[in-house]
């Protein structure tokens, strides 16, 4: 059932593991929807007791729980409880320090899950689920069910991207496509003297405006609402961020993208690249592949990436770039690209 990097399928069951892997994934998200996870968060509780704070019925709650405990998130206690699995309780519980449960019950769940629906259609080129990131990010309730949703889910990336961009005296940043601004958020926090500005739809901005607020930067984090390829991007930027970016956006845009960071950028400025991005022999990772893939249900004109690539790409565009290193691991890595010093 769980989704390796490129094994060769070699029985019957390896296909049936991904043929239903859409119910593995319903079970997850109908649990979170009713914040299974968190109701056991404290010990292990019985049907009857979880039946009393999820108000779900004890037959179906006990189907519910049994599919759970087939996939590992939930483990039987052996006396008519069940309790959370290690990762459930660290990643599954509402408040929890690597809670990303938001993400996959808002964005994955109601919003990507649906919108693969459309694959079929957007592999044809004769339908897609929406028009692109500019429809449904400039609606305001999509917009905030897909932002706060991202929040949770790029906190832990954020961190761990700060601990590997060479800051230096950097002072100024933008982060383009920037979302909540989980990732601005994350460097100004750890770097006193830097100033970010987040770049992205309008009705992504007013939400990344509470999280700012919120985080106490509002006099550190400026917010620019529009459409990164006509918004013209502030100058004298010592660093450019684009997490998540590129891989969303279309073909072409992706040129205009790495131009447009390149002009702003100062002399020795520097571009860092988050993403999806596949292996240089572009033999997965699996994950990575199939977010590109998810794409195709929403753009036509999207292309899947290697870390080569990309970073070809980036030199074509003027800067020099790095090799790729992982940072989600089997998701995504990084690329860090160098404007030539004057
Ligand atoms: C997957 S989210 C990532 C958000 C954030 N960078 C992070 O890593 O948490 C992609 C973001 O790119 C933004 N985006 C996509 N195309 C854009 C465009 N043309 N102009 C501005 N923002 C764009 C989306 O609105 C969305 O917030």
Redesign the pocket.
């Known amino acids: 059932m769980r989704i390796h990097t490129c094994a060769p399928a070699v029985r019957r069951a390896d296909i049936s593991g991904i043929a239903y892997g859409f119910m593995a994934s319903q079970a997850l998200f109908a649990a979170l929807e009713i914040g299974l996870f968190s109701h056991l968060a404290a010990g292990s509780r019985t049907v009857a007791e979880l039946t009393g704070v999820s108000g779900v019925a004890p037959n179906r709650l006990r189907t519910l729980l049994n599919a759970l405990v087939g996939l590992g998130l939930v483990v039987a206690d052996g006396r008519r409880g069940y309790a959370n699995a290690p990762a459930s309780d660290r990643y599954l519980v509402r408040g929890a320090p690597g809670d990303f449960g938001e993400y996959f019950r808002l964005q994955i769940a109601q919003q990507i899950y649906p919108a693969l629906l459309h694959l079929g259609s957007g592999l044809q080129g004769t339908g897609s689920a929406f028009g692109?990131?500019?429809d449904l990010?400039s609606r305001p309730y999509e917009?905030r069910i897909?932002?706060s949703a991202?929040?949770a889910?790029?906190l832990t990336?954020?961190r761990a991207l700060a601990g590997r961009v060479p800051m230096g005296q950097a002072r100024t940043l933008l982060?383009?496509?920037?979302?909540?601004g989980?990732?601005a958020i994350t460097l100004c926090t750890r770097n006193p003297r830097l100033r970010a500005t987040v770049?992205?739809?309008p009705a992504?901005t007013d939400v990344a405006r509470e999280y700012r607020d919120a985080a106490g930067l509002a006099n550190r984090i400026g917010l620019l609402g529009?459409?990164?390829?006509h918004?013209p991007w502030p100058p004298d930027q010592d660093i450019v961020?684009?997490?998540?970016?590129l891989s969303?956006?279309g073909d072409g845009?992706i040129d205009v993208a790495l131009a447009k960071a390149y002009t702003c950028l100062r002399p020795g400025g520097l571009l860092v690249v988050?993403d999806f991005m596949l292996d240089d022999n572009e033999a997965g990772p699996a994950l990575a592949a199939l977010w590109f893939l998810q794409y195709v249900a929403y753009r036509s004109d999207g292309v899947s990436f290697s870390g080569r690539s990309l970073a070809a790409r980036l030199v074509d565009a003027g800067f020099a770039a790095s090799e790729s290193e992982a940072l989600i691991p089997e998701i995504t890595k990084v690329i860090l690209a160098r404007k030539a010093a004057a």
């Open positions: 692109t990131f500019t990010l917009a897909f932002t991202q929040h889910g790029s990336a954020a982060d383009v496509g920037g979302g909540s989980a990732f770049l992205d739809f992504v529009g459409d990164a390829m918004t961020l684009m997490s998540y970016l969303a956006i845009e988050h």
